[in-house]
């Protein structure tokens, strides 16, 4: 029996590339996403007057906008193939009339905390609002259309946030959030390496932790690469504060298990405190992107009023690290000064 079966097994040819995929997101960081997009429904002067007045033959278009918007930011992923199913948080759906071209523009607004992107959501949810209104105003005037669908906002994510280049509105212009997190703040960095210090390699984490820490508003004094050595770091973070007095130090290198690693260990005899969480953060946040992660040993201190982290030492790490403790850095320098919970 088991032979006449598999006389019938058909094989089947294998391609050796599918012709589409979904996206693998399960090494991304799951972040805080939002998305708002908008598209406008343009009626004839009589069907416009009874979506306003809410009085058309189906019942009340507006009404069954909102939901029909929300329903379709839900369904997304059941209607467009590759798109990933999200754990929504948030869908709100506004409608917004105008007299002079009878026209509604809807608006869907879609939040989640997911390691992907919820634009889609948006658009899929104004279609479904301007669909929604179409299908109950066709029988008072067929002649409609709809356009000007566009994604107006997306945040989260290592692209953070994007403004559609043609302008927003000003209402929600002003509920976005102000990228420059870290305004006021001086800022050093200290790089910890053998053959950067020698000449023999350039160092290339300073200049990212530099980039990073600007582009938030941070003022940095300067990049110090020095070897791995414990009572080299000492004096160089010493001098870094007479000299400067910054709110913020970060250092590169030095946290791996290594022999020459020594950076953990130096901070540990200067701080006047340790901040456990900070490496726990950057260990677990590390591991989405990769398993060597837990065995750095970044750590963070304060000496004084000043903030010091240890970070690793390549650009990678650095970058993915930065992205990870940026949220909370404004409320940690706040409290190293004294000033208490916000």
């Not at 278009?61 to 918007?69: F, K, P």
């Not at 945040?155 to 929600?172: A, C, F, T």
């Not at 102000?178 to 910890?192: C, K, R, Y």
């Not at 690693?261 to 591991?287: H, M, Q, Y």
């Amino acid at each position: 029996m088991s032979q006449n079966h598999s006389k019938n097994v058909v094989e089947l040819p294998i391609s050796e590339q599918p012709g589409f995929s979904m996206i693998d997101v399960g090494r991304k960081r799951a972040t805080q996403r939002r998305a708002v997009a908008s598209g406008t429904i343009y009626l004839g002067p009589l069907a416009y007057e009874k979506v306003k007045t809410r009085t058309l033959p189906k019942g009340d278009a507006l009404a069954l906008a909102e939901i029909a918007g929300i329903t379709g930011a839900k369904k997304t992923p059941d209607l467009i193939p590759l798109c990933h199913p999200l754990p929504l948080d948030q869908v709100n759906i506004y409608t917004e009339l105008n007299d002079t071209d009878h026209s509604v523009t809807a608006y869907c607004l879609a939040t989640c905390f997911a390691k992907t992107g919820v634009e889609m959501e948006a658009v899929a949810g104004v279609n479904a609002a301007l669909l929604t209104i179409w299908d109950l105003a066709k029988g008072t005037d067929p002649a409609l259309h709809m356009s000007d669908i566009r994604l107006l906002v997306k945040e989260g994510g290592k692209s953070g946030l994007w403004v559609h280049p043609d302008g927003i509105p000003n209402w929600l212009a002003e509920q976005l959030p102000d990228e420059q997190t870290l305004p006021g703040v001086s800022a050093a960095i200290l790089v910890m390496s053998d053959r950067a210090s020698a000449g023999t390699y350039e160092d290339r984490s300073g200049p990212v932790i530099s980039g990073l820490l600007t582009d938030k508003g941070a003022s940095v004094s300067g990049i110090v690469v020095i070897p791995d050595d414990s009572e080299t770091i000492k004096s160089n973070v010493d001098e870094l504060r007479k000299t400067n007095n910054p709110d913020l130090i970060i250092l590169s290198g030095g946290t791996g298990p290594g022999p020459r690693d020594v950076t953990p260990e130096t901070l540990k005899d200067i701080c006047d405190k340790t901040i456990p969480g900070f490496g726990e953060l950057l260990r677990s946040d590390g591991a989405n992107f990769t398993k060597a992660s837990w065995l750095s040993r970044s750590m963070a201190g304060v000496i004084g009023e000043t903030l010091i982290i240890a970070l690793p030492g390549s650009p990678k790490a650095v970058n993915e690290g930065l992205d990870a403790l940026l949220p909370i850095l404004p409320h940690a320098l706040h409290m190293v000064k004294g000033d208490g919970h916000e």
